[in-house]
């Protein structure tokens, strides 16, 4: 499988269409490789929807327990639910008498979470369906770029295995991808691995170039290499 890794201006309705959830107004999705190529569209949608795990910036947040955030009515499976909670950063929340039977939502007497923490909560309910493809719409966007990278380096190993589709604005975990997809005004204006895109000199260099010196002025935080 490969990692993907996008940053682009005009990606909701391209990553809704991975999805299925808005048909292409143009072109078309494919899924496989070679002549076993397929249509998206030609195949059972609810079989396919059942294999793809997304986290969305507007995630659902429930007030329900930790535990039944992760599971949403799936049976638990221990090394499942452990791997979710580290991969997502989730582990960090856990802390004093926080645990994963702890309630959410003050309207009922329960714990209130920051949008990093409900941040984190979404990925591991997404990391815990163990789909075959998982697709991250900025999924440490609220998080400072030391949590960051602290969550990213657990995340690929759990991306292993899987086609990852990753959305991003924030270049640091570009390190991880295959593929790199550069996007702007809906279109795409580069395609390569991060070296290459380097090497060439354009849009994502000059990205790359600009974050790498925003983080090294900020004292404490890890610098883009």
Known sequence: KTAYEIYQCDWSSDVCSSDLYYDPTDGRIL?????????????DLTDWRAGVAAVFQDFARFEWTLRENILL???????????AVQGSGLNTVL???RTLDTRLGQAFGGADLSGGQWQK??????????????????????LDPRSEAEVF??????ARGRTTLLVTHRLG?????DRVI????????????????????????DLWALQARQYGDQPGEPVLA
């Open 31 to 43: 899924i496989g490789t070679g002549a076993a190529q397929t249509d998206l569209r030609a195949l």
């Open 73 to 83: 009515g799936q049976p638990q499976d221990d090394a499942r639910l452990h791997a």
């Open 95 to 97: 802390t004093g008498t």
């Open 121 to 142: 909560l979404a990925t591991a309910r997404a990391l815990y369906r163990d789909a075959r493809v998982l697709i991250l719409d900025e999924p440490t966007a609220a």
């Open 153 to 158: 380096s657990t995340f690929a190993g759990l």
């Open 173 to 177: 975990s570009v390190l991880m991808a």
């Open 182 to 205: 550069v996007m702007k005004a809906g279109q795409i204006i580069e395609d390569g691995t991060h070296a290459a895109l380097l090497a060439r000199g354009g849009e994502y260099a």
